[in-house]
């Protein structure tokens, strides 16, 4: 966390950029790819439906913290 509020301090985002990439929902084309070769089409659904739901709160905890 040190090392994030001391990259913000100079202006620099890059830190926090990273962090909230690794927040963010499985891709959407793990469904395409599902879909395509009709495999595994409702578990790649569940799992974009929980990891968009999932997201939100730890996102907002996530930039909270960086704050």
């Keep these: 966390m ?3 509020r001391e ?7 890059a830190g ?4 909230v990439m ?4 499985v891709a959407q ?3 395409n790819y599902a879909q395509r070769y009709n495999q595994s ?3 790649a659904r569940d799992a974009i439906f929980i990891t968009t739901l999932g997201s939100i709160p ?9 704050a």
Aim: avoid cysteine.
């Design 16 to 19: 926090e950029a990273v962090v």
């Design 29 to 31: 084309n793990v469904l």
């Design 41 to 43: 089409v409702i578990p």
């Design 22 to 25: 690794a927040a963010l929902p």
């Design 2 to 4: 040190r090392v994030f």
């Design 7 to 13: 990259a913000r301090h100079r202006g620099q985002h």
């Design 58 to 66: 730890v996102l907002l905890v996530v930039s909270t913290l960086l």
